[in-house]
């Protein structure tokens, strides 16, 4: 079931929606480089089962200390991570398969789903300082996703708590900061759920 918003949380310039979804190729810079235990929190829907895999965020370079990247492998129903040099390929999801469901996904050194842990990193300090987390896609693999909330971490400190929105003067769609009172504009083919009154 869809979260229930509250209207009124963002600058009147800004709609709020119930969820903003990227398709093959949009995504989001965050503008959020982590430097310490990087932790993303999301409410997720998978839109599109077909093809191989869906990328659903990133940030950093590969093989890097520190690391992060979460894939869903649609063809095999798994969820695939990368934790700095370590990696896991195989963890079941059925949760994602059910395309009419919103999932609750929380990674940083633990990965959970829907409040179940799935796996556990020893704990890596992130190494870079300008890698910016990316949203919708994670390098190579693009996704077909909705997200509804967005909070990310910092060790625990909370970084950014993005509201799915669009701009009303021009309709661009993108999320807004409740943290850092900013707007981020999506790139590529970006759509949105109904508004929030």
């Keep these: ?28 810079s965050t503008g959020i480089v982590p430097i310490d235990n990087p932790r993303v929190v999301t409410s997720v829907k998978v839109t599109d ?28 129903n798994n969820v695939a991570t990368i934790y700095g040099s370590n990696s896991s390929y195989a963890m079941p999801t059925p949760e994602l398969r059910q395309t009419e469901n919103w999932v609750t996904i929380d990674f940083s050194n633990v ?16 190494s870079e300082n300008t890698k910016q987390i990316i949203i919708g896609k994670s390098h190579d693999y693009n996704g077909n996703y909705r997200f509804q909330t967005i909070k990310i971490y910092d060790g625990d400190d909370l970084k950014s708590e993005l509201v799915p929105c669009y701009r009303k003067s021009d309709n661009k769609i993108g999320a807004y900061c409740l943290v850092r009172n900013i707007f981020l504009e999506g790139t590529g083919t970006l759509t949105k759920g109904a508004d929030v009154t």
Excluded: H
């Design 111 to 126: 990965l959970k789903i829907n409040g179940t842990k799935k796996k556990t990193y020893t704990r890596e300090s992130f």
């Design 49 to 76: 089962t077909a093809g191989t895999r869906r990328g659903l965020w990133s940030f950093g370079s590969s093989g890097a200390p520190g690391y992060r990247i979460l894939n869903y492998y649609t063809s095999s």
């Design 1 to 28: 079931m869809a979260e229930k918003k509250e209207s009124g949380r963002i600058p009147s310039a800004y709609r709020e929606v119930e969820w903003v979804g990227f398709n093959l190729g949009a995504y989001l």
